[in-house]
Structure formats: C-alpha cells, structure tokens
C-alpha cells in the first residue's frame, strides 16, 4: 500500500527541541518530493518546506525559514521536521505530503504538536 | 507572492444540492498549478482536482473543476452526505512555492 505514516503525538514545553518523522512505503521514496502543511488549530493549511530525499534538496517558505528544518533519511524512506526551541505558537497539526508535480497527492495522517508549560 | 481568497466562506446546502466554490489568485496563475482538496474533521487533506479540471484517482465524477487566469471554480454537482466538509484551494508558482486558500466550509442546512 502506498502511504505516508507519520510519527506520534507529542507534548513538549516552551523551549524543548522536537523532531517528528514521516516515512513513505509502497513507493519510490527518492523519487518524489516531500512537502510540510502545518494547520494551527481551527485555521487552514499554510506550507511549510519540501525536500528532495534523493538529494536532499530543500525549500522553505519564507515564514518558516530559520524557524525549523527539514531533513531526510532514504535509507530508510523517512523525512523529518524538526525544532531547536519549541514555542506555545507552534503547537499545530503538522501533515506530511508526497509532491507530485504542482499538487500533493499522498497525506499523511498527520502528527499533532502541543507545547505548552 | 500570490494570494488565494475564497468564497463564499461558508456554504449552507442540503444533500442533492449543487454547490459552487470559488477560489480567485491575486495574479494570474496557470490552470496546470491549479488543485483543490476537501478535508473532513479530524481527517488529513485529499486531493480531488489538479491542474484546475482533472480529477484525481477515486474522486466520483459529481465532483468537477475549472477555470482559467484568477477566477477557479469547484462544483458538486450534486451534494451527498460525505460531501460535507472544508475545501481549499492551492496553487504553486514563485516563492512560497506553493499557498492555500483560506478554505470553504460546505456544511448542512
């Protein structure tokens, strides 16, 4: 099955890093791009970053440049979106997404984010 | 950067009902960088139209795009209960390469 699995809740405090994962299986990993949405509760979807994992190749929206990383592991068809220093502001749904030309085709079900002291 | 708005924000419509959303891109914006996706509550985004008028795999056919330049359109033809949820449009060009409208929410009068 192709699919995008996403790693677990997390609950954090103001301050604390994170990384959270999202492997793809049932496909060529290293052949699509990988996008980040984060929805903020009740809001919509605001784009994150993409990355290439064959080459590791990544973009950022200028909202979030500098504000997180996004990495990738293709040996084991694994990308990641990570923080040095959580704020209350980034508690979120963050979704993983496969890139398939101009448009996002494959979801993941998303790992929900709660930083709060 | 190019700013998507929707309307209406909010759409009150009964099952069998037709349903018109509109999406409209503050630039011109090319109808292949044109998508649309409906999420459901505590459900992850679906993509249902690409490049403006192309379903994707699985989406029932009362489900259809179109439009050209700054003005999109997604239309159900004809509501079914599954049908009610939030849609957003998105569209890829310059930087951020890719931005989302504010959503649709289609919900049961």
């Known amino acids: 099955e192709v699919q995008l699995v996403q790693s677990g809740a997390e609950v954090k405090k103001p301050g604390e890093s994170l990384k959270i994962s999202c492997k793809g299986s049932?496909?060529?990993?290293?052949?699509?791009?990988i996008g980040w949405v984060r929805q903020m509760p009740g809001k919509g979807l605001e784009w994150m970053g993409i990355i290439y994992p064959g080459d590791s190749d990544t973009r950022y929206s200028p909202s979030f440049q500098g504000q997180v990383t996004i990495s990738a592991d293709k040996s084991i068809s694994t990308a990641y979106l990570q923080w040095s220093s959580l704020k209350a502001s980034d508690t979120a749904m963050y979704y993983c997404?496969?890139?398939?030309?101009?448009?996002?085709?494959?979801w993941g079900r998303g790992t929900l984010v709660t930083v709060s002291s | 950067e190019i700013v998507l708005t929707q309307s209406p924000g909010t759409l009150s419509l009964s099952p069998g009902e037709r349903a018109t959303l509109s999406c409209r891109a503050s630039q011109s914006v090319s109808s292949s960088y044109l998508a649309w996706y409906q999420q459901k509550p505590g459900q992850a985004p679906r993509l249902l139209i690409y490049?403006?008028?192309s379903r994707a795999t699985g989406i029932p056919d009362r489900f259809s795009g179109s439009g050209s330049g700054t003005d999109f359109t997604l239309t159900i033809s004809r509501l079914e209960p599954e049908d009610f949820a939030v849609y957003y449009c998105?569209?890829?060009?310059?930087?951020?390469?890719?931005?989302f409208g504010p959503g649709t929410k289609v919900d049961i009068k």
């Open positions: 998105q569209q890829y060009g310059s930087s951020p390469a890719f931005t």
């Open positions: 997404a496969r890139h398939q030309y101009w448009y996002f085709d494959l």
């Open positions: 049932g496909y060529s990993f290293t052949s699509y791009w």
């Open positions: 490049g403006a008028s």
